[in-house]
């Protein structure tokens, strides 16, 4: 199996849209997050929930698609080695260094005289330690290493060959990820956490990343197949209408109230459709990024290397936008895009002329060495 360029793209793209996902929920209604403008949108609200829908499973699954890949071609060294150097260590530099500020900007809203040193000091402790944004390389971390530890054989068996090809291994990975996150729901909740590690979302994108395992070994879904625009528009289609649902049971039935308090049936079909809108939206994206992405260009090549840095230092620079701009009476919109080219410059900016010039700088954020 060659460079699958389209994916190495896609995963850029997910990675590089949460920067205009944390734009935009600076400004969304329904949605709470550390920073928030007075004057909101509901269009940016379907925005952000359509983009939180998929994105992050989305992410999941080719990295697990990938982790396969890699330890087939590489063996388990190359692999452990790889994930220290290019996902232990951005992360390690990301909990000490960035994820503070997040909070730090919160409580001086509350506290405006507050200490940065004195907050650290509350911060680093136990009770109060948080991943902000990093949360999602800790997970990655945390599947790189649960994936090293079962047998690669439960992959391949041939029982899997039983399983018709196609649509029928496309229903049974959903119902895979459905009863795995329903039957875990059923004793946790939304918003429980260990060690600032959300349980029930831990398990649900763990879910998709073994889904990505399985694609690979299953040569499906995520590798090249010949769709008409008629197939694609009518996944889009789908993709659409499950989302919508999706967003209004979010409001409707969120996931944080405990499982025995809530309508089982209804429940039961909020996680259907968080788990299936991730699945629609990852076979249209494919589908496009197989058709318009699947080509090798400078900008690929660069923005592949160049999206987990940026992404990493992206947020606390749109914290700190969002923090002064809240005050400012410039309307909603010209807030928005202001603050969605602010913080891509900026970002940009960091990378190319620090992060990518610095060899120590390289090392921290997970960038090969020149």
């Known amino acids: 199996m060659g460079r699958l360029v389209y994916l190495d793209n896609l995963r850029s793209f ?37 983009i939180h829908s998929y994105r ?9 698609f990938f982790s396969a890949m890699v330890w087939e071609k590489k063996g388990r060294s190359f692999y452990l080695e790889a994930r220290f150097k290019r996902v232990l260590i951005p992360t390690i530099f990301g909990l000490l260094f960035l994820a503070p500020i997040q909070y730090y900007l919160t409580e001086r809203i509350k506290t ?11 911060f680093f402790t136990k009770d109060h330690f948080q ?37 029928t291994k496309y229903i ?10 329903f039957l875990f729901h059923t004793q946790i909740s939304k918003g429980e956490s260990f060690y600032g590690i ?14 990505g395992v399985f694609c ?14 008629m197939k694609i528009m009518a996944v889009f289609v789908w993709a659409v209408l499950v989302y919508l649902l999706f967003k209004e049971l979010e409001i409707e039935d969120p996931l944080w109230i405990y499982f025995q308090y809530v309508n089982g049936w209804v429940r039961a079909s909020h996680v ?86 610095m060899k120590p700088l390289r090392f921290l954020f997970g960038l090969k060495s020149k």
């Open 14 to 50: 997910a990675l590089l849209l949460g920067i205009v996902f944390h734009a935009a929920i600076v400004y969304a209604t329904d949605i709470k997050y550390a920073i928030q403008d007075e004057d909101r949108s509901e269009v940016l609200s379907y925005f952000c929930y359509w």
């Open 112 to 122: 405006p005289k507050l200490d940065f040193l004195s907050f650290l000091e509350y």
């Open 198 to 211: 959300f349980k029930l979302t831990f398990i649900f994108q763990f879910s998709f990343f073994l889904s």
């Open 272 to 357: 259907f459709l968080w788990v299936l809108a991730p699945f629609l939206w990852t076979s249209f994206l494919v589908s496009i990024f197989q058709s318009y992405g699947n080509q090798e260009g400078k900008l690929g090549t660069y923005l592949i290397e160049a999206s987990l840095p940026i992404y990493l230092v992206h947020h606390p620079i749109s914290l700190f936008y969002a923090y002064w701009v809240k005050d400012m009476e410039w309307g909603l919109w010209l807030k928005f895009i202001s603050h969605i080219f602010v913080v891509l410059a900026a970002s940009f900016i960091l990378y190319e002329f620090l992060i990518r010039k």
């Open 172 to 181: 049974v990975l959903v119902s895979f990820c459905f009863l795995v996150v």
């Open 131 to 167: 991943h902000s944004h990093i949360w999602f390389l800790v997970d990655l971390f945390c599947f790189s290493i649960l994936y090293s530890l079962i047998p690669k054989s439960f992959f391949t068996t041939k029982l899997w060959n039983l399983i018709p090809k196609w649509i």
């Open 56 to 64: 992050m499973p989305m992410f999941y699954m080719i990295s697990g």
């Open 216 to 229: 690979f070994h299953w040569r499906s879904i995520l590798l090249p197949k010949t769709h008409s625009i």
